[in-house]
């Protein structure tokens, strides 16, 4: 082991440290401009500056960062205190499992694209223009999605054919790109770089089509389709340009056979198929939060209550004339009993509804109900333009949807106007929420542990070195309008190039490791892991590497030390802290995200505290062991400090919330034993507030 | 050839170490056939000065049992090393400190207060506590010193093996000897079980849900357990999966919760901390108020996260005076 010590431009008088035989000590002037070479498996102690910085120029090492000018130099403590710092650190290290090189072979330089909407298209052309065979899959017949089976998109007000067309042709012009419609995944396996796909293909019951319509002549079967009657084999103006038969609905009656024979066949049988891909992209689209749920308002139960997309289809093919319609926001959103989030687009949706009937029978009387109105960006102007043609916007959560008089009535008040009221309409319009595609996910081992996957695809926000070959497109990430969805796209296709782009990817993130010979599978970590990355697998417990983060919250809880964080493990902070703690510390055991930022800033700002504050370093308030806070106490400490991020600001979702319980479980124990229960403090400490700090230092020493 | 000797002798125990010897049933003929009792209090008479006539090292083996809490213990845990070859801590308070070892909440005084003076049986006005030594008309009476702190055996004395368990089941015992007759030991140090956690091996682990998260912490008391469902997702405490198995899951087939008598698996050295970590862990609650509430709502912590290991924790006593 070697410790590197800086003394900044020999402005610190740096310790002569005692060490033993094998630790090798060197000096720097500057070690930020000198950088000196350190092996990928090499372990080190760099006693210099902050290690926000450092961290920066020395990536991927195995270091133990010891901060000896903000903590100890700056802020005017003796230099002894450097060395025990510095010994401490390298007591660490001894113990420390090094950080593992993990190396992922992108084996298969194919793509498979999930979803055949707009962002599935736009990503399979994106990455086919780009030299990489992509497979596009879609579970219907048709591309297109959702934007396909629209009237028109807004604000633009354009028909989405001039949005969809010119992207599938973009994409069929490629040949690299494959599209598979009827198309479904059923089974992955591998890792990224290296995914096996197993693929089921049903029936399209139709080949060789001419597209002269004479089958939908014959078909008996009517179906209504999103607000749109059609036929049990039927055709969408995308591609592939060729009729399918829809076989839920189907009959099989045979009479299409009859005007058709010999392309069409009722018995075809589906298909599995297995590909390989070194990416896989999820562009599964918008799901429609099932809002018959939201019973008030009497979807399926009260004939004239509709979605958002029903709607707009029955008015666009001129099948739905009302007098007076109501739409009602958030049906089924940013409510506890159903969503509680807000999706986003609805309030769009509905904007785009009003104005979608207005503009064809401006006699129309509307009546928008929302509690809030969130048109934001340029979806403002849509909102005055309804405003200034007469739709009326009522503020207010509407209680009941009823029949009135053979009519549709809408319960609501207004709280503009402070005033009850009873409108009767033709038609109640629910603008509902969506729901994220947890079948997908699951299938692809994703746990997803938020509502959507946006924190599997923003966890990373300072992370971009997780090995992940599973990326999300459009609606699947969030629900989002067109041109979010094709910015998402774009996005997910350079994340999907720039992997595949390489032979092999190499990441040195610090990540939990499970010791089986200790792992009981008693399952106590798998809930406490923010990212859904823990599973069980075989009767063993898997983390899966594309998930895991490094916070540690795993290891804390495990009862047994099998799980231990690489760069983190138990034995490492333990020998710190035995060497570090000493009669009469405060030993502050920060968060690197927070807290221990706060230390720095007091150092900066001149914010004196006593040389008895040892300060650690730590991934999160999650990842504290109150056996460490024991040793320290049982060493002599007369305080601990563990400071984090204030309550859901945690950097890993929810560590420091899994820290609070464990900080009022320890301190009933120590009370139990006679000692001061205050002596153990969980403080939220924001990254600025060195005030703050201090003054919970200064207090503990007291 | 001449029998091994061996010895098996208590210390602050209640018997029921003794009683599993008994529990071996006809396998105790063959371990008698095999080995010489030296000393074994319970069931044999030898003297001390028996053992302290034996040249050292003359014992095979000692099994000791119970925790250290006076200065008898401590001389004769030192006499049996000296005397031994081998010393297994047999039972839950030689490796741990065990139930004893809970005196650890308390000091001398304050135990002495209670048991001779301020239980509401006992009759002493003038507050006489026992003593080392007394003058009476017949000579010095001696009695042996009681400690403020109770101790593991490994903290007096070194010891080899340790057979966990409140008591020890047969079957590892029975394993422990044939090992020791064979010579055919683990590396020195060994707890003789399982090194996975009691969840390894019960038959409840298969029911638990994937994800264990709890919104309140029951007493096993205060509700009837589902005998076939895990304890700990029904919010009950259960050690299980802090302890180390191997134990034949005896209480929670009587659908009793794991209390972690055989102690903490290999890399772990407070037990308690480990288990309220994890247990702390699975609350699943998001607000501080409430993560409050429910861990005030366990009670006597002590008695639950350490019942058998308070004295081989890290703060393994009550601090101050």
Known sequence: MRVLMCNCHNSLKLPKLKLGPDVKVEEFDDLCKTKPEIAPDEKVVIAACSPNLLEGLFPGTNAEFVNILEHVFLIGHRPEKAEQMINAAVAKMEKTRPVKTKFFQISSRKALVIGGGIAGIEVTAQLSKNGIETTLIEKTPFLGGTVAKLDRLYPEGTPYSHTLMPLINTMQSQKNAVSLCNTEITKVSGRVGDYKIELVTRPRGVQECINCGKCIDVCPVEIDDAGKSRKAIYYVPTYPDMYAIDFAACTRCGECVKVCP???????????????????????????????????????????????????????????????????????????????????????????????????????????????????????????????????????????????????????????????????????????????????????????????????????????????????????????????????????????????????????????????????????????????????????????????????????????????????????????????????????????????????RAAQDKLGYPGNVKIIRVPCTGAVDPSHIMLALNNGAKGVLIGGCYPHACHYARGNFRAKAREQILKLNLESLGMAGNQVRLEWIGKDEAHKFVEIVQEMNK | MAKPLVAFYWCASCGGCEESIVDLAEDILKVVDAVEFKLFPVAMDFKYSDVEALPDKALAVSFINGAIRTSEQKHLAELLRRKSQLVVAYGACAHLGGI??????????????????????????????????????????????????????????????????????????????????????PAKGSVLTSEKALCETCARNKTKPEKLAIKDIKRISQVIADPEKCFLAEGIICLGPATRGGCGERCINANMPCRGCFGPTREVKDMGARFMSGLASIIDVDDEAEVKKIAESIIDPIGLFYMYTLPSSLINRKQGE
């Open chain 2, 100 to 185: 004893p070892g809970l005196a650890n909440v308390a000091n001398r005084r304050e135990i002495f207060e209670t048991a001779y003076k301020t239980t509401p049986s006992t009759a002493n006005p003038k507050g006489i506590y026992p003593q080392t030594v007394t003058e009476t008309e017949f000579g010095k009476l001696t009695l042996p010193e009681i400690f403020d702190t109770v101790h593991t055996l490994d903290q007096t004395i070194e010891v080899d093996y340790y057979l966990p368990g409140c008591a020890p089941p047969p079957d590892l015992v029975m394993k422990a000897i044939l090992a020791i007759l064979e010579g055919k030991l």
């Open chain 1, 262 to 600: 010999g392309r069409i066949d009722l018995n075809e049988q589906e298909k599995v198929s297995e590909i390989a891909a070194g990416a896989v992209i999820v562009a599964t689209g918008l799901l429609w939060y099932d809002v018959s749920r939201v019973e008030e308002y009497g979807y399926g139960r009260l004939d004239g209550v509709m979605k958002t997309l029903e709607f707009e289809r029955a008015v666009a093919a001129g099948t739905l004339r009302p007098k007076k319609v109501a739409i009602i926001y958030c049906a089924g959103s940013r409510d506890s009993k159903h969503l509680p989030y807000c999706s986003k687009i609805c309030c769009l949706l509905g904007l785009k509804e009003a104005k979608l009937i207005i503009d064809r029978y401006p006699d129309v009387q509307v009546y928008v109900a929302a509690m809030d109105m969130r048109s934001y960006g340029t979806f403002e102007y849509l909102y005055n333009t309804l405003r200034e043609k007469g739709v009326s916007f009522i503020k207010g959560k509407p209680s009941e949807v009823f029949r009135w008089n053979g009519k549709l009535a809408v319960r609501t008040e207004d709280l503009f106007t402070n005033e009850l009221m009873e409108i009767e309409v033709d038609n109640v319009v629910l603008s509902s929420g969506f729901v994220p595609d947890v079948e997908t996910f699951s299938k692809l081992k994703i746990n997803l542990t938020v509502d959507f996957p946006v924190l599997y695809e923003n966890a990373g926000l300072s992370n971009t070195e997780l090995p992940r070959g599973i990326f999300t497109a459009g609606a699947a990430t969030f629900p989002g309008g067109v041109a979010e969805t094709l910015i998402d796209a774009r996005k997910a296709s350079h994340s999907a190039l720039s992997l595949l782009a390489q032979k092999e990817i190499e990441t040195k993130i610090n990540q939990a490791v499970v010791d089986e010979d200790l792992c009981s599978v008693c399952r106590m970590c798998i809930g406490t892991c923010p990212y859904g990355a823990i599973s069980v697998v075989e009767d063993k417990i898997k983390i899966n590497e594309e998930l895991c983060m490094g916070c540690g919250i795993c290891s804390v809880t495990c009862p047994a030390y099998a799980s231990q964080l690489e760069g983190w493990n138990h034995e490492g902070l333990r020998e710190q802290i035995r060497e570090l703690a000493q009669q009469g510390d405060i030993v502050a055991i920060l968060c690197r995200w927070s807290a221990y930022n706060a230390t720095e």
